[in-house]
């Protein structure tokens, strides 16, 4: 059997959001008794909340949401890369050494551990490095923050670079675990009609 990492973070009441944004709630409509066969369950959240798919739609009006996106740029070859402590932006500078043969798919770790408390100064893409991993072929970036922009950003420069070139992206990834080094990443997004975003089910697996 290949070694499965689980890169996502457990969804909970706990789960960090940015400021504003619909926390995690879940409510139980039935509950299993005498009188019900099941447990049955209904929740309420952003569709940001721990590890997600942004869609196009989040940050251009008219543009794919969720469940109209391509599937193939989440499924694939991957390669983790480490930037740990990079600062508050990801610079080419900090992924050039692991450039050479790159695959379509590259996830970041930023932090030595993620967080488990909204934390506003985490580490996000540089617009010109979104830029040149295109240039290599690239076709979905992640990272373990909540965004490739940073908390405090207007514009959005990332996310509008992502717009232009077509490619997708992966946000509060977990990768404490995972080695810098090429594996198969596995993240659908739920096929959400209108959604800006979904939340995946991120793994990756050794080649």
């Not at 039935?30 to 569709?47: E, F, H, Q, W």
């Not at 798919?53 to 391509?70: K, M, Q, T």
């Not at 740990?84 to 050494?97: A, K, M, S, V, Y």
Request: aromatic share 6%.
């Amino acid at each position: 059997m290949k070694r499965i990492w689980d890169i996502s973070p457990q969804v909970s009441e706990q789960s960090p959001i940015f400021p504003g944004d619909e926390p995690f709630r879940l409510k139980w409509t039935a509950r299993l008794s005498a009188d019900c066969p099941v447990n049955l369950s209904a929740i309420t959240m952003s569709p940001h909340v721990g590890a997600h798919a942004d869609a196009p739609l989040h940050y251009a009006n008219g543009a794919a949401s969720s469940a109209e996106v391509e599937l193939q740029a989440y499924l694939g070859p991957c390669r983790v890369i480490h930037a740990i402590n990079c600062g508050p932006l990801i610079q080419i500078e900090h992924l050039r050494h692991a450039a050479a043969l790159m695959p379509a798919r590259v996830l970041v770790r930023c932090c030595q551990s993620a967080d488990t408390e909204w934390n506003p100064d985490f580490s996000a893409f540089a617009p010109d490095t979104v830029d040149w991993l295109a240039g290599l072929g690239v076709k979905l970036i992640g990272l373990d923050t909540p965004s490739v922009d940073p908390a405090s950003s207007k514009l959005l420069a990332s996310h509008q670079q992502l717009l232009r070139l077509n490619l997708r992206v992966l946000e509060n990834l977990v990768l404490d675990e995972v080695a810098e080094g090429d594996y198969e990443l596995i993240a659908l997004p739920l096929k959400l009609a209108g959604a800006c975003a979904s939340p995946v089910r991120a793994i990756l697996r050794e080649l």
